[in-house]
């Protein structure tokens, strides 16, 4: 999904590791995890049909590992 230019680093061509819909406070996101060589992203898309408006979160690579490993 192209979200077009923005400053937080998320490129185009990105790895997406995760993509699904699902309801959050009586509304359906589009949520998206992903990652490049050094971060991931978590993106919200209330709108799919609008890519370029979304809420997001960038982790530091070291930090999403840990948050999602078992441990």
Do not use: T, W
Request: hydrophobic share 40%; aromatic share 12%.
């Amino acid at each position: 999904m192209n979200i077009g230019y923005n400053e937080l680093g998320i490129e185009p061509k990105r790895k997406v590791l995760y993509r699904n819909f699902h309801p959050m406070d009586g509304k359906i996101y589009l949520v998206e995890i992903s990652r490049n060589a050094r971060k991931v992203f978590i993106l919200l898309f209330p709108n799919f049909e609008q890519p370029e408006e979304y809420l997001s979160e960038v982790l530091a690579e070291k930090v999403a590992m840990k948050l999602m490993s078992d441990n």
